[in-house]
């Protein structure tokens, strides 16, 4: 059902919206990865997780809690493998079915910022991503979506993979690491350039 899921959502991207996908060959095929994208719409998470489950079906992602409330977004979020996430406090039930992803080898979509920066700028990022890299020892894969709320027009979507990230090579045991790390991946993620 996921992957029907994922196709309807390109065809709705399609149908609606010109759709470039740059950099897919820095995903890698197998093995845990957290790909980590700014959040500037709604249909981010939708768009990015659709693409990336061409090349993988055994990718997962976070959405706020209350997109599940809705009678048919939370089917279809569910259908498509999302973990509800409740922004307000501190999610252990989330934060540990994400490890448990990690763990498995699966990818996982997050957004550091925890929310959508509507007007396309930078927002603080949340320490989460510090503690799956710590906890999972895994690679993260920064992703930079653009479309017309960051300077292209109104229709247009640009989804850019970089390069992963070997995150052994950041001391995140160190609480000054721990705590920059997610500036640090931000940092990566809007350095992407079309």
């Known amino acids: ?17 010109t759709v470039k996908i740059i950099g897919f060959e820095n995903l890698p095929q197998k093995g845990r990865i957290i790909v980590a994208s ?3 719409s709604n249909i981010d998470p939708p768009a990015i997780l659709s693409f990336i489950n061409k090349l993988r079906n055994d990718t997962t992602a976070l ?16 259908k498509m493998d999302m973990i509800d996430v409740d922004r307000e406090n501190a999610d252990i039930s989330a934060i540990k079915r994400s490890v448990r992803a990690l763990q498995a080898d699966r990818c996982l979509l997050i957004f550091p910022e925890g929310t959508r920066a509507k007007d396309g ?8 991503i510090s503690y799956l890299a710590k ?22 979507i640009i989804i850019v993979f970089d390069k992963p990230v070997d995150t052994d090579m950041y001391n995140l045991n ?16 809007f350095s992407i350039k079309i």
């Open 174 to 189: 160190d609480k000054k690491v721990f705590n920059e790390f997610p500036e640090i991946i931000m940092n990566k993620i």
């Open 38 to 40: 700014n959040h500037i």
């Open 1 to 17: 059902m996921k992957d029907f899921s994922c196709f309807i959502v390109r065809v709705f991207l399609r149908l609606f919206y």
């Open 63 to 78: 959405a706020k809690k209350e997109l599940f409330d809705k009678p048919f977004l939370g089917w279809f979020l569910r």
């Open 135 to 156: 906890k999972t020892k895994s690679k993260i894969l920064p992703v930079r979506i653009f479309n017309d709320k960051n300077g292209l027009k109104l229709g247009k």
């Open 121 to 128: 700028e930078k927002l603080q990022p949340k320490t989460g």
